[in-house]
């Protein structure tokens, strides 16, 4: 079992930067198919997609967040981050992320993201 450990959430204000990080509790990188994926979840919202990075190292936004947020990888502490610039108050809602290996998957436990204004 894969456990998704995050961190990095927190309260700040429009304009300003956060770093979201998820660590995955094993070493995942024997797959030769890694995708992940950055959600959120506002409140009375459903969960949407934000972005995701695959295992060939190509990113995908949703508009919302294009251009602000950004998806990389640390391969060897097999992390992924989330890099949010720009933060606007509708930014604000918990961050989950999700790991696909494709023989299984797995979800963080989810971290607040508020941005004030």
């Known amino acids: 079992q894969v456990q998704l450990v995050e961190s990095g959430g927190g309260l700040v204000q429009a304009g300003g930067s956060l770093r979201l990080s998820c660590a995955a509790s094993?070493?995942?990188?024997?797959?030769?198919?890694?995708?992940w994926g950055w959600y959120r979840q506002a409140p009375g919202k459903q969960r949407e997609l934000v972005g995701g990075?695959?295992?060939?190292?190509?990113?995908n936004y949703a508009d919302s967040v294009k251009g602000r947020f950004t998806i990389s990888r640390d391969n060897p502490k097999n992390t992924v981050y989330l890099q949010m610039n720009s933060l606007k108050p509708e930014d604000t809602a918990v961050y989950y992320c999700?790991?696909?290996?494709?023989?299984?998957?797995?979800w963080g436990q989810g971290t607040q993201v508020t941005v004030s204004s």
């Open positions: 990075v695959t295992s060939g190292g190509v990113t």
């Open positions: 094993r070493n995942i990188r024997s797959f030769k198919t890694v995708n």
């Open positions: 999700y790991l696909d290996v494709m023989t299984y998957s797995a």
